[in-house]
């Protein structure tokens, strides 16, 4: 013999279960599917960053430089696929983020400005230099200094009395 309460608990289980897939597809139909880019993903201080959005209409930018916010940008797009660009600049380094807020969703892009390569010389680093390191005309003319300074010297000490007798 079936109980009226375990049917009524299974028909309850039932009817919220499809109550929740009813509610999951609607939802999921109701919300546009928004989303950006970014390219490069990473750059120097001067590189040009651009934005490709598509699924919303952003009307505002927002940049966050290493978590926090660094401005806030207005933004005027009347069109479902659009680009923006962001030119950095030097002291932009660190890591950053963008996010577009639009009346129906929000998309975030991160990025990262990066320090401009600043080349250093092998000689000036203390690395080992290969090939065409130094100017074969600075070598002569270093070594012939230190031989000139060395004879001078070595003429002049030789000229002078040097007692080293214990006094």
Partial sequence: MVRWGSIGAVATSLGTLLL???????VTAADKQCSVTVSPKSGTAGQ???????GFE?????L?????????????????????????????EGSWSA???????????????????TDVSPIASGAPTTGNGLPSSL??????????????????VRGRAVDNRPQ
Avoid at 20 to 26: D, I, K, N, Q, R
Avoid at 99 to 117: G, P, Q
């Fill in 20 to 26: 929740f897939c009813c509610g999951a597809s609607m």
């Fill in 48 to 54: 040009s960053f651009t934005f490709s959005g598509s």
């Fill in 58 to 62: 952003p009307a505002q930018l927002t």
């Fill in 64 to 92: 966050h430089k290493n978590d926090a916010e660094a401005g806030v940008h207005d933004l005027t797009i009347s069109k479902d696929t659009w680009q923006v660009s962001v030119i950095s600049r030097p002291g932009d």
């Fill in 99 to 117: 996010e577009f807020d639009s009346a129906t969703c929000t998309a975030v892009a991160t990025f990262k400005v990066t320090l401009t390569n």
């Fill in 139 to 156: 070598v002569l003319a270093v070594v012939g200094v230190g031989l000139g300074g060395g004879i001078f010297m070595g003429r002049r």
